[in-house]
């Protein structure tokens, strides 16, 4: 909560600009895990670098291999029509066909004087059409009519001489540099490859960044980590596992040291406790040392209360119990109390918790509410990521200025009240501690029903 409070309030503090709103913009609409994010990295230079790459060579070499093979027929071309020009007798010309044809490769035919046909709708894009009708307008500069699209594989030229038409069929290829798409198709089949190459290196970098998130996730939700857990992966990665095994240890550490210390205070108290109440036995046996008895007991069953707190708490594994069961054996023991418990609960029966330390939460708190009012419900919720349990009573409830300190150790309200004498204060101490233990918390607010609502929210 407080964190999204801190952020409005930057938020609130720097309004908008230009380049924030752009930032904030991009930011929503590129993917959010690492691993997309990285292909991304990789993908868009690539693209890029490739389609420059086609665009230049398109502009350039393409362009300009088809304008000198375009050349070269043209070439062919005119010097036909001048040897025609030249040697106007028919065997000549029967001879200058078959020269074309073996040695040119052109199929040359002379037919009579006539009209050229109309000009052929351009086609939209054609470097072929373009550089060849260029060609011939500036090397022979007689009327022609081309046709570069009817056979896919020949390219047919027309041309008006003086007395005659000649009709050239070239191959495609002689005047075109046709096979571009080899490139092309090279280009991408490589970067395809390049593609899974880094598809399955990034795959191995991000593995070791997923178990740790996983490892950090279940220790913060007081689960065990997981057994296969070793830094790997690059340098820094490995760091950060090594660091967060580090921080495992001495939290681990700290949490037995004062489990420890608190088991041998109380432990040490109780025996001094034993002393003291056999001594007292041994003075006298009056009424007026009643009181003196009953402080003495109430004493030694706080103490047994941390004590076995203490001790259970600090060992016990995770493990998957009914929510429902669970929920309804609690309520059934509240109903014992007297009061009258409902209980409603909804989605995913299974949950994964400490199965000691979960029942006395859930206990303490349906005592509390049992101890203070007579109408209790008890709403159990598994959604998504979030196990969320509300405890609803008619009592008096907590002022909201006490709502704080009721959570501190051997506190309590009921002195003031004068209500009810039994119990140690230490009930919302230890539901705290399993519920942040676990990755959640407690809260106390006000209740629909006009007492107090404790909520517990854990994360599963
Ligand atoms: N549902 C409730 N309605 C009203 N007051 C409550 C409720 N639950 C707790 N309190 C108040 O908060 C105080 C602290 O509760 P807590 O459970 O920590 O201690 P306790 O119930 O007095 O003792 P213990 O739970 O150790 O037997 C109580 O003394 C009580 O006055
Ligand atoms: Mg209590």
Redesign the pocket.
């Known amino acids: 909560m407080a964190s999204i409070d801190s952020i409005r309030r930057e938020y609130e503090r720097y309004p908008p600009n230009g380049l924030r709103r752009f930032t904030r913009w991009f930011t929503k609409r590129i993917p959010t895990r690492l691993y997309a994010r990285a292909l991304l990295i990789i993908i868009i230079p690539m693209v890029l670098l490739q389609s420059v790459i086609a665009f230049v060579f398109m502009e350039r070499h393409w362009q300009t291999v088809t304008q000198r093979l375009s050349m070269a027929v043209t070439r062919d071309i005119a010097a036909t029509i001048d040897l025609i020009n030249t040697f106007p007798d028919k065997t000549a010309q029967d001879e200058m066909i078959r020269i074309a044809r073996e040695r040119l490769d052109l199929s040359v035919a002379i037919e009579p004087a006539g009209d050229l046909p109309p000009p052929r709708p351009k086609p939209f894009f054609s470097i072929l059409d373009q550089t060849l009708s260029e060609e011939i307008t500036r090397q022979i500069r007689l009327p022609f009519w081309i046709d570069t699209v009817g056979n896919s594989n020949i390219v047919e030229i027309r041309i008006k001489l003086e007395n005659s038409i000649l009709r050239v069929f070239a191959k495609r290829s002689q005047a075109y540099a046709s096979n571009t798409h080899i490139f092309l198709l090279w280009m991408v089949g490589t970067s395809l490859v390049l593609l899974v190459i880094a598809i399955l290196f990034l795959r191995g970098q991000i593995r070791p960044i997923l178990h740790l998130t996983q490892a950090a996730e279940s220790f913060g939700k007081g689960q065990r980590m997981p057994d296969d857990f070793r830094p790997r992966g690059a340098d820094e990665v490995r760091r950060a596992g090594v660091a967060f095994i580090k921080m495992r240890e001495r939290i681990e550490r700290q949490i037995e040291q004062r489990t420890a210390m608190l088991s041998g205070v109380s432990h040490d108290l109780r025996t001094i406790l034993t002393r003291f109440r056999l001594q007292l036995a041994l003075v006298s046996d009056g009424p007026e040392l009643d009181a003196l008895n009953k402080d003495i007991d109430d004493m030694q069953s706080m103490l047994d209360?941390y004590l076995s707190f203490a001790r259970g708490e600090a060992e016990e594994d995770v493990g998957v119990m009914s929510l429902k069961t669970t929920v309804e054996k609690v309520a059934a023991d509240g109903r014992l109390r007297g009061a009258n418990v409902s209980v409603t609960v909804e989605g995913d029966d299974d949950i994964n918790v400490r199965p000691n330390a979960f029942d006395r939460l859930l206990t303490?708190l349906v005592?509390?509410?049992c101890?203070?009012?007579d109408e209790v419900t008890i709403h159990a919720q598994n959604r998504g990521k979030w196990l969320t349990i509300a405890i609803d009573?008619d009592?008096?409830?907590?002022p909201e200025d006490a709502r704080e300190d009721?959570f501190r150790p051997f506190?309590?309200?009921?002195e003031a009240?004068n209500q009810d004498e039994?119990?140690?204060?230490?009930?919302?101490?230890i539901v705290r501690d399993i519920a942040r233990s676990h990755g959640g918390d407690v809260t106390l607010s006000d209740s629909a029903m006009g007492?107090?609502r404790?909520q517990v929210r854990l994360p599963v």
């Open positions: 209360s303490n005592s509390n509410a101890r203070h009012a009573d009592g008096p409830g907590i009721v506190y309590r309200l009921d009240r039994t119990g140690s204060g230490l009930g919302l101490a007492g107090l404790a």
